[in-house]
């Protein structure tokens, strides 16, 4: 399998293009934009396992596993009471995409757990 480097071990040149440089202020205000409209959302954790489920819904139903974002979500807030299979099925699957985005080497946002808000880069 090919190794990746980190963006930090690239070139400079390769990004410092005259098409790249020219979105770099239009990038920062919409940037900024999220970044306001994420502070506005009290729970921003609710956003960031919706995306989750979504991709885990999605994946497991290409393997025939299908269930209903109503059922993820009753089966999600009260799992004591899991009655589809398929359901308890996918939050698994999201369950293991939690865990892969936790254990990542790579400096990403990510959900501050002491008060679950979203920390974005300056």
């Given at each position: 399998m090919t190794e990746i480097p980190p963006l930090h071990l690239l070139p400079s040149e390769r990004f410092e293009t005259a098409a790249i440089l020219k979105q770099l202020p239009k990038a920062s205000r919409k940037l900024a934009e999220l970044k306001g409209v994420a502070a506005s959302i009290p729970n921003q954790g609710i956003l960031i396992n919706?995306?989750?489920?979504?991709?885990?819904?999605?994946?497991?139903?290409?393997?025939?596993?299908?269930t209903t974002h109503d059922e993820l979500f009753k089966d999600d807030a009260f799992p004591e009471n899991v009655a589809n299979p398929s359901a308890k099925e996918v939050l698994r699957y999201r369950q293991v995409l939690r865990v892969g985005f936790e254990a990542s080497p790579i400096p990403i946002p990510r959900s501050n757990s002491s008060n679950a808000t979203l920390v974005l880069p300056d």
């Open positions: 919706t995306l989750g489920m979504q991709e885990a819904k999605d994946s497991s139903a290409i393997e025939n596993i299908v």
